[in-house]
């Protein structure tokens, strides 16, 4: 295994950071900006397999099924802080999209880089979340052989999910375990091995799509307006209601009025004043089309 790890591209020293100790503030600075440049590049690379697995994700969340992420260390602090972050963005069940992480909740704020190498820990807590064939679990490793990670994947592949691999290194375990790969080669890190550095950049811009672009195939955002943001505070209203003004260009109080009569849902807010109907119209059409809005706002007029 050690081996194994030593000849992976993202353990290799770069060559243009060799000296990186003796750089000035400025001179790490400008070394870790052009490297982190050549992070999106290796992202377009592999746009194809993006798609795909967006595409398997929109199905998977539109017939009722589960995006399940699964990671150790930083991979799945970067798998928690998407997941965690779609019910505020898009308004969804938290059950909907879910991370797994090697060493549970507590890794997420202390180390516990151990618990990456428990194979049997990574399949007990995928069964524990019972995947079927509704669902997609995406497993999250810059070296693609994690042993957690991998036998959480194997698992939910053999439970019926379809499954993906989002790693740095080609030909890995992870990548074989999984129906479907996506290679982000970044290449050597600026710190040699810290993958908190290109590869961790490169997984979040992942996954951002993956989550975002899901989202949006599922209607829950209207243009490129977060138009099923929940206005739990006060930014989150002002928010709420500039989002009305630009999607229907009400002015400031009939937004205002409209999102209090919707009852603060901000959906619901938008087909009544795009489809001018009254707040049951627009909840029965939304409920008709699945949350989708451009839909719900069609049927309703």
Request: charged share 20%; hydrophobic share 40%; proline share 4%.
């Amino acid at each position: 295994m050690k081996t194994t790890l030593r000849r992976l591209h993202t353990e290799q020293p770069n060559n243009a950071a060799h000296d990186l100790d003796q750089k000035s503030s400025l001179e790490i600075a400008a070394l870790i900006n052009s490297e982190d440049i050549t992070v999106a590049l290796a992202v377009t690379v592999v746009l194809p397999q993006i798609a795909r697995a967006i595409d398997l994700v929109t199905a998977a969340l539109r017939h009722g099924g589960r995006l399940i992420y699964v990671g150790a260390g930083t991979s799945g602090r970067i798998a928690a802080l998407d997941a965690v972050e779609c019910p505020p963005t898009f308004n969804t069940d938290p059950s909907s999209v879910q991370f797994i992480i090697a060493g549970g909740n507590k890794a997420l704020a202390s180390e516990s880089e151990t618990s990456e190498d428990d194979a049997p820990a990574g399949r007990k807590e995928m069964s524990r979340r019972k995947p079927t064939k509704n669902d997609v679990v995406l497993g999250i490793a810059s070296s693609g052989r994690t042993p957690f990670t991998v036998a959480a994947i194997t698992e939910a592949r053999r439970r019926g999910a379809r499954t993906i691999a989002l790693t740095c290194n080609p030909n890995s375990p992870l990548q074989r375990a999984a129906h479907l790969a996506i290679v982000t080669e970044v290449g050597p890190e600026v710190l040699a091995g810290s993958s908190r550095m290109k590869a961790g950049t490169a997984h979040k811009m992942v996954l951002n799509m993956i989550s975002t672009a899901a989202m949006t195939r599922l209607g829950y955002v209207y243009g490129n307006l977060m138009v099923n943001v929940s206005p739990k505070n006060e930014k989150l209203k002002q928010r709420a209601v500039a989002i009305l003004e630009r999607a229907t260009g009400a002015d400031h109080a009939a937004a205002t009025e409209a999102l209090k009569a919707s009852g603060n849902r901000t959906p619901v807010a938008l087909v009544m004043l795009a489809a001018n109907v009254s707040r049951g119209e627009a909840t029965t059409a939304l409920k008709k089309t699945d949350g989708n809005v451009r839909k719900a706002i069609t049927i309703a007029n």
